[in-house]
């Protein structure tokens, strides 16, 4: 029942999200080269300084935390407000009266879920972001794909990499936990499941940002 639920959570936390990240990932890789490339006209600096900053840019910050804030609003509102229906109909009541851990069946699911699924959604931001800025920076002009390439992997510190899925898995677990709270403890009727569901948002979005700076002193500094 477990490893059931755990595969449907798979599909509704992850991998209905894939297209959502895709396409916004493209475009933000798009966007950091284009403004990058537009503030280093100076013919002192080489173009593959452009791809150095992408590559930065969304490994470091794009890519593992404002993709999670974007997860925190889909998949975040998404649990609570699940959960609270759940609870306003009475769904949960009638699991625990039939002997079932409702807290660890219609939680532990989602929660190993976005962790073990959200790496795998970061990891593929990384790619396409990287991806939309060497393409559309070819597009523009603004930079070549030979100096692109160079600067991509000039002096490329592969721990970036490892400390963005690190924060990932966190804020994974963050999302799923907060806005699993909101909504299984939510009392009332639909207003409340949709107010439980808006105050999860603000709340996990809050958290992340605070565990990205406390995170990013651990681990960087």
Request: glycine share 8%; charged share 10%; aromatic share 10%.
């Given at each position: 029942?477990y490893?059931?639920?755990?595969?449907?959570?798979i599909?509704?936390?992850?991998?209905?999200?894939?297209?959502?990240?895709?396409?916004?990932?493209?475009?933000?890789?798009?966007?950091?080269?284009?403004q990058?490339?537009?503030n280093?006209?100076?013919?002192?600096?080489?173009?593959?300084?452009?791809?150095?900053?992408?590559?930065?840019?969304?490994?470091?910050?794009?890519?593992?935390?404002?993709?999670?804030?974007?997860?925190?609003?889909?998949v975040?509102?998404?649990?609570?407000?699940?959960?609270?229906?759940?609870?306003?109909?009475?769904?949960?009541?009638?699991?625990?009266?039939m002997?079932v851990?409702?807290?660890?069946?219609?939680i532990?699911?989602?929660?190993?879920?976005?962790?073990?699924?959200?790496?795998?959604?970061?990891?593929?931001?990384m790619f396409?972001?990287i991806?939309?800025g060497?393409v559309?920076?070819?597009?523009?002009g603004?930079?070549?794909?030979?100096?692109?390439?160079?600067?991509l992997?000039?002096?490329?510190?592969?721990?970036y990499?490892?400390?963005?899925l690190?924060?990932?898995?966190?804020?994974?677990?963050?999302?799923?936990?907060?806005?699993?709270?909101?909504?299984?403890?939510?009392?009332?009727?639909?207003v409340?499941?949709?107010?439980?569901?808006?105050?999860?948002?603000?709340?996990?979005s809050?958290?992340?940002?605070l565990?990205?700076?406390?995170?990013?002193?651990?681990?960087?500094?």
């Amino acid at each position: 029942m477990y490893f059931d639920a755990f595969l449907i959570e798979i599909e509704q936390l992850g991998i209905n999200s894939v297209g959502l990240v895709a396409i916004i990932s493209l475009f933000v890789g798009a966007v950091v080269t284009i403004q990058t490339a537009l503030n280093l006209e100076n013919p002192l600096i080489p173009p593959y300084y452009i791809a150095i900053a992408t590559r930065e840019s969304i490994i470091l910050e794009f890519s593992p935390t404002m993709v999670s804030l974007i997860l925190a609003g889909k998949v975040g509102s998404n649990i609570a407000s699940t959960l609270g229906t759940m609870r306003v109909s009475e769904q949960i009541d009638a699991l625990e009266v039939m002997g079932v851990n409702s807290a660890s069946y219609l939680i532990l699911p989602k929660v190993l879920a976005a962790m073990v699924f959200n790496p795998i959604l970061i990891s593929m931001s990384m790619f396409l972001g990287i991806l939309g800025g060497y393409v559309f920076g070819q597009l523009t002009g603004m930079v070549g794909p030979e100096d692109f390439i160079e600067g991509l992997l000039l002096e490329f510190k592969a721990f970036y990499v490892t400390y963005a899925l690190i924060k990932t898995v966190v804020f994974a677990f963050i999302i799923t936990t907060v806005s699993a709270y909101f909504g299984y403890y939510v009392k009332g009727g639909a207003v409340e499941v949709g107010q439980s569901s808006t105050r999860a948002v603000v709340a996990s979005s809050l958290i992340i940002i605070l565990a990205n700076y406390i995170l990013t002193q651990i681990i960087l500094s």
